[in-house]
């Protein structure tokens, strides 16, 4: 053998020698030096029964450990006392524990522990660093009863019979505070009795934990308060929610605690119950983001109970029954930038007796919702009384059903498309909000990525009611479906407006009340290119002498029927470009009465003419045939000096408007003729040609008609109430032909009479004034003759408070004056009333001449020289003569 391998051998040998000695020596001194040497020079008194170490390897294995220590007030350390059956340490970092006061293993096992921890703080008061001073790889844990307190002596963590084998795990302050309470890689664990509390506000309790081949079983979870909701408000003013979470049984795998990430798969939670208070604190915005991230492989909760609570005590949700399955749900740096917060890849939660209040309560049987459909059963909705000024209603519905094809959150927007909308049988009311106030808050829609789409919406069977300004409208049966909606944002931001395509509505018994009508119908369908309404009425919901009272100023009171309205075309009434395009619109067997009382004050407002009030129209409208058949019109009207309403009564009225528009679609003709042929009192035909043009800023326009046979006690119903005079004989033939504008009007008027007589009443039109009837008859001309000729009607003013018709009387006014009816009777009437005077005046006369005579008569029988009598005659012969001439005059 060569020299230089026995030299190695040699040296190795003794080498090994040395070292054997110096383990055996250093085992021996340890067990009899290493207590003093630790009560010396370290922070902790330590007593055990039997220790062994490893030099070379670091292991440690000691029995009956007892450890305290020396200054349980100094927090710069890690406090320990209490018990240890057995300690095993792998790889123990010797010179660490030593010298930079951090232990450190790769493998620990603790065998029936019983220890109180005081986490040292996290920050060094020396050397102003943080501190690492507990550090293994491996841990086990056998039959264990462990409490570990923050540095503050505050409990932080107890567990009772642990038993636990965690892989890489880390515990210290830096990571209760900033991160997760626990670290590590992989894990078994049983124990009971688990108490943590993570902050100064809430603490958690656990029955017991297991685990089995991964699965982990945690039994009576509980979140709870440490203090009640009046200590939370009073010492975290600024913190909005306060909670109390319980869990009867929890299972899941895969649990994974890394730096800032807890993971883990197929996670059960039955019978959770969770409790939220409420208070009237605006969240604060946090400035810097936790970085802390979850994610969930499966996650289902069964049966549980949710309850948010108002600042008031009153319950914000509530639903109990709840069940929930979602797939990996994850909440991470992506998710919490976006409107919610977590991300998923599917859904489905059910739930039984839903409550959510705002100033209304929402309350439904039932609820089913993934993230392609959902379905809500038995829903009432009514107010609670908290926001009298807000929209409300007051309602129930059988159920609500939708699929959804789009229903994702990206760059902090929602969005939805929807795909149908089935609601059936809504029975209530909705009473509308209040106008909102001009520079009112607009509403937050950021939040949505518009456009909103809803595909389909159906209607079915409904009763309902919806009342704005106490004007209610009433639906029965209703039914209705409306396709491809899209909710936009209007242009000013200030809310939604809805774009609709197709539409169809039909309903039963509709009605509408305003302050002064009812109106109904008994059936009413329409669409986008059909109308159909039948059973139509407007009532009056007041008397008129109810009316006349109400009313500040001159108006009409309407009183109409109809059995059918129908109207064909296109017409968009909910898009920006609003457009009513209708071929034909037809009114069969209306019938109208319109009373006006000149008993209130007129109206000051300028009326303006018809085609004015057309151009008025914001939107562009157009109606090719507006066909009024077999109706009637009634018109009333009284004065304070008439005696009852006069009335003009249109029966047979049937009339076509051709071209009424609103002067707003370009290329279409803007002229609007109307037709009209009726029976007027019910006695004679009457037929009128009108027109005008919407366009036209003049305003002009052209208006004729005829009648004939007309016998004049037909316009006694109108005439006798307010000129007090009736008729007799024919009107054969009445023709007027007028042109006009705002200003005035001006034309022809002709009229054909025979055997007109007239009959002059007094002011309450019960008895004839016979003395005024003769002399009115003797001044009317009786018969008008075979040919008449035209008499002109001109500069006939018009009134810019009164309304077109009132212009067009004033014409036919005029007209009869100039033919001498009008005009011959009320010359009558002064001519007869100016004979009366004279008649009665001349009485006057007379008798004041016969009580002259007799005075003269007296004197004379006392004076023998007057004047003989045959003289006296003479005198008295010449005082009559001049007064009959006077009278004749």
Not at 103 to 112: E, N, R, V, Y
Not at 323 to 330: C, P, W
Not at 422 to 446: E, F, H
């Amino acid at each position: 053998m060569k020299k230089w391998v026995k030299k190695l051998l040699v040296g190795l040998g003794v080498l090994l020698v040395i070292i054997l000695l110096a383990n055996f020596g250093l085992n021996i001194w340890l067990k009899t030096q290493l207590p003093s040497y630790i009560k010396n020079n370290t922070d902790y008194k330590v007593s055990y029964k039997s220790l062994e170490v490893d030099v070379m390897s670091g292991n440690v294995l000691a029995t009956k450990i007892s450890v305290n220590n020396k200054n349980p007030e100094n927090n710069n350390i890690i406090g320990l006392q209490g018990t240890i059956d057995t300690l095993k340490i792998s790889r123990f970092g010797i010179y660490d524990a030593l010298f930079n006061k951090q232990i450190s293993s790769s493998d620990l096992l603790l065998s029936k522990p019983n220890l109180n921890i005081i986490l040292s703080k996290p920050v060094d008061d020396k050397t102003g660093k943080k501190r690492n001073p507990v550090k293994f790889e491996n841990i086990r844990i056998n039959d264990g009863n462990l409490s570990i307190f923050r540095h503050m002596k505050q409990k932080f963590l107890s567990v009772q019979d642990l038993d636990l084998y965690v892989e890489n795990l880390q515990l210290t302050e830096e990571s209760v505070e900033d991160r997760l309470p626990v670290i590590f890689d992989a894990y078994d664990i049983k124990g009971k009795n688990f108490f943590l509390r993570p902050d100064d506000v809430y603490a958690i309790r656990i029955d017991d934990i297991k685990t089995s081949e991964g699965q982990m079983t945690i039994n009576n979870f509980q979140l709870v308060p440490v203090l009640d909701f009046e200590q939370f408000k009073k010492y975290y003013p600024k913190k909005s929610k306060l909670f109390q979470f319980a869990i009867k049984k929890m299972e899941f795998k895969d649990l994974v605690l890394k730096k800032n990430k807890l993971s883990l798969a197929n996670a059960s939670f039955y019978q959770p119950n969770l409790l939220v208070y409420t208070t009237d604190v605006v969240a604060v915005k946090v400035k810097k983001p936790s970085d802390f991230e979850l994610n969930l492989e499966n996650i289902k909760m069964s049966n549980a109970t949710v309850q948010v609570m108002k600042p008031n005590g009153n319950k914000l949700l509530y639903t109990k029954n709840l069940n929930v399955d979602v797939n990996q749900l994850r909440f991470d740096k992506e998710t919490r930038e976006e409107l919610i917060p977590v991300g998923y890849k599917n859904f489905q939660v059910s739930g039984k007796d839903v409550l959510f209040s705002n100033h209304q309560d929402f309350r439904f049987a039932s609820i089913n919702l993934n993230p392609k459909k959902g379905e809500i059963k038995n829903i009432s909705v009514s107010p609670n009384g908290t926001a009298p000024g807000k929209t409300s209603m007051d309602l129930v519905a059988d159920h609500i059903v939708f699929n959804i094809n789009k229903w994702d959150f990206a760059e902090k927007k929602m969005n939805l498309d929807i795909n149908d909308i089935l609601v059936s049988r809504i029975k209530g009311k909705i009473t509308a909000a209040m106008d909102k106030p001009v520079g009112s808050k607009k509403q937050n829609v950021n939040g949505i990525q518009f456009p909103i789409l809803i595909r389909k919406v159906v209607l079915q069977k409904s009763d309902i009611i919806y009342s704005k300004n106490n004007q209610p409208l009433s639906f029965q049966d209703l039914n209705a479906t409306v396709n491809d909606i899209q909710l936009v944002s209007k242009k000013d931001n200030s809310g939604i407006q809805a774009k609709i395509g197709k539409y169809a509505v039909s309903t039963k018994n509709f009605g509408y009340k305003t302050k002064f009508y009812n109106m109904t119908a008994g059936f009413l369908k329409l669409d986008q290119n059909t109308i159909n309404v039948n059973s139509f009425a407007m009532k009056p919901l007041v008397s008129r002498a109810q009316f006349i009272r109400m009313i500040p100023v001159e108006s009409d009171l309407y009183d109409i029927t109809a059995n059918q309205i129908t109207a064909n075309g296109t017409w968009d009434l909910f898009s920006d470009q609003k457009l009513i395009r209708a071929s034909n619109v037809t009114i069969r067997n209306a019938d109208a009465v319109i009373f006006r009382s000149k008993i209130p004050k007129d109206d000051p407002k300028e009326k303006p003419l018809y085609s004015r009030m057309l151009r008025s129209i914001k939107i562009p409208m157009v109606v090719n045939d507006l066909n009024l058949k077999d109706s009637k019109l009634v018109y009333e009207e009284d004065t304070p000096e008439s005696a009852g309403p006069g009335k003009l009564t249109f029966s047979s009225f049937n009339m076509n408007v051709k071209n009424l528009n609103s002067a707003k679609i370009k290329g279409n003709p803007t002229r609007v003729d109307i037709k009209i042929n009726c029976s007027f009192m019910n006695l004679a035909p009457l037929s009128v040609n009108w027109n005008f043009d919407v366009a036209d800023q003049g305003d002009r326009f052209a208006i004729s008609g005829r009648t004939t046979n007309l016998p004049a006690t037909g316009i006694n119903p109108f005439i006798r109430p307010y000129l007090h005079v009736t008729a007799t004989g024919t009107i054969q033939e009445m023709l007027f032909n007028f042109r006009g504008n705002p200003k005035g009007l001006s034309g022809k008027f002709n009229l054909k009479h025979k055997d007109l007589k007239v009959t002059i009443l007094d002011k309450q039109n019960k008895e004839k004034k016979g003395f005024l009837t003769a002399v009115a008859n003797l001044l009317v001309k009786t018969d008008s003759g075979k040919l008449p000729e035209d008499v002109d009607v001109e500069d006939v003013e018009r009134d810019p408070t009164k309304s077109f018709f009132n212009l067009f009387w004033k014409g036919i006014e005029q007209g009869l004056k100039k033919t001498l009816i009008g005009i011959n009777i009320d010359t009558a009437k002064k001519t007869a009333d100016k004979a009366a005077s004279t008649v009665k005046a001349a009485k006057q006369d007379v008798k004041e001449m016969k009580t002259s005579a007799k005075e003269i008569g007296q004197a004379m029988k006392k004076n023998p020289e007057t004047e003989k009598p045959k003289e006296k005659k003479g005198f008295l012969n010449g005082v009559f003569k001049k007064k009959e001439k006077s009278e004749t005059e």
